[in-house]
């Protein structure tokens, strides 16, 4: 996986993690994404900024924010850093204020939490963040990353919760063997599929 910058016409940055990203310019500026990026976005009343995902359109009224949508995940995500944002899925809308994230399901579920805002971008930094977060969700970002799959010896190993910031750009086999020495696991690596078990 990879990260970078593209700066659009109107001066407006995106930030990519493996992002597809289509931009579109009409009556508003209109973004299809799918993956995770992030926005510093400027505000236009005569061209409004939307960027639009699977199941919910993210409407931008001058700000900084993050998008995470993949299909391997339960629900995407939109985190706001600064400024506003109106998110819409279905017939519902919401509003965020800074340091609050809306997590939106397949079925246009949305929930508004505050969120360590560090953590969800730190992938910008060249990191993993978590924070208390589950196995699964970790390694679901590991497995994207670095192209591989995940096999858990003991079921209920992938509801444990974990916090950390291991580095993104350290090889695979190191960052295993880090995860390893400061859990109770056992992370192993072979033909592309890494196994977890109890030490």
Not at 13 to 23: D, E
Not at 39 to 44: A, K, L, M, N, S
Not at 149 to 174: C, D, H, Q, W
Request: charged share 25%; net charge neutral; with cysteine.
């Amino acid at each position: 996986m990879w990260w970078n910058i593209r700066v659009a016409s109107d001066g407006n940055k995106f930030y990519l993690c493996g992002a597809r990203v289509m931009v579109f310019r009409g009556k508003e500026r209109k973004v299809y994404v799918e993956g995770e990026a992030y926005f510093e976005v400027t505000r236009d009343e005569k061209y409004p900024f939307v960027v639009s995902v699977k199941n919910f359109d993210v409407r931008v009224l001058g700000t900084s924010f993050n998008v995470m949508s993949y299909d391997d995940e339960f629900a995407s995500s939109v985190t706001l850093l600064s400024g506003k944002v109106e998110t819409t899925s279905g017939h519902d809308t919401v509003r965020l204020s800074p340091g609050e994230q809306v997590s939106i399901t397949s079925d246009n579920r949305m929930t508004v939490q505050k969120t360590d805002i560090n953590v969800v971008v730190s992938w910008m930094d060249g990191k993993f963040g978590f924070s208390n977060e589950r196995l699964d969700v970790i390694m679901r970002k590991i497995c994207r990353w670095y192209d591989v799959e995940v096999l858990y010896a003991v079921p209920g190993i992938r509801e444990r919760r974990f916090t950390g910031a291991p580095a993104s750009n350290m090889p695979l086999k190191e960052l295993l063997e880090a995860l390893s020495t400061t859990t109770n696991l056992q992370f192993s690596l072979q033909d592309g599929v890494i196994t977890i078990k109890q030490n």
